[in-house]
């Protein structure tokens, strides 16, 4: 989803070498990277890694698909249910109570030594990266509390202490909605997009929230294959298929 943005596509090392080529002389990838033990062993590394996403998803402008979601969004009732970290649906003008980030957010941080403050807005927050380097330089984000470090707000590989407290309460709604519909009997449509087989928290829910309907579309470039259950899988960017469904919605037979 985040790709039409222009944003880099992280599958894969070479995807990701190609957005970081700083990293490929490190022999490291996204998965590498993406752990809380970096914020331990080598704080610089891990906040040059998510510093510079953190300044590159701020900068980042919607493309034209979320515009089509945010009128569907506004005709029918829906919800967001993301593995993206980004916030780009917020920025699209999705209302955060809406939008179920499962893995968390970047733009919320949490103290490394759990010293018991609530999680934070990272508004304010600026980390500098050296990009030959990608390693953070300077002051670090710390704890409104107790100074000790600071980190994202996001479910990482390994994770053993991620905080769920602000994320929890949108993800138990986000499960008592599609109760509410299923006890109604209504009909389900669900619109996937980009979801990859790698993590497949997102594919596995849609299964799963499309099940009795059998509505499901699965827009994935690569990988658009319905394997459980029943739906369309189209091997398609997100934009431009977003594009055409909804000229297909709005002139049907055409």
Do not use: K
């Not at 700083?22 to 990277?33: H, I, M, N, S, V």
């Not at 759990?114 to 304010?124: H, K, L, N, Q, S």
């Amino acid at each position: 989803m985040g790709v039409d943005s222009g944003l880099p596509d992280f599958r894969g090392h070479e995807g990701f070498w190609r957005a970081y080529p700083a990293y490929r002389g490190l022999g490291l990838g996204f998965q590498d990277l993406a752990g809380p033990v970096h914020f331990v062993d080598d704080p610089p590394l891990a906040w040059g890694f998510y510093g510079h996403r953190m300044q590159l998803y701020r900068t980042t402008v919607p493309h034209s698909g979320f515009d089509v979601l945010l009128r569907w969004s506004r005709r029918w009732p829906a919800r967001v249910f993301t593995s993206n970290v980004d916030g780009q649906f917020q920025r699209a003008g999705f209302d955060a109570s809406d939008v179920a980030e499962v893995h968390g957010t970047i733009h919320h941080l949490q103290c490394l030594a759990e010293c018991g403050e609530p999680v934070w807005r990272a508004d304010d927050v600026e980390v500098d990266v050296d990009e030959t380097t990608m390693r953070a330089v300077g002051a670090l984000p710390s704890c409104p509390r107790c100074g000790s470090l600071a980190r994202p707000n996001i479910l990482m590989f390994g994770d053993l202490a991620w905080d769920d407290r602000e994320i929890g309460p949108r993800l138990q709604r986000h499960v008592a909605w599609l109760r509410e519909l299923r006890r109604d009997g209504a009909r389900l449509a669900v619109v996937e997009l980009g979801a990859g087989t790698a993590v497949p928290t997102v594919r596995r829910q849609s299964e799963l929230a499309a099940a009795s309907s059998g509505a499901l579309v699965r827009i994935n470039v690569r990988e658009p294959e319905v394997r459980h259950g029943h739906g369309v899988g189209l091997a398609a960017p997100a934009a431009a298929t977003l594009a055409a469904l909804d000229a297909a919605l709005e002139h049907p037979g055409t």
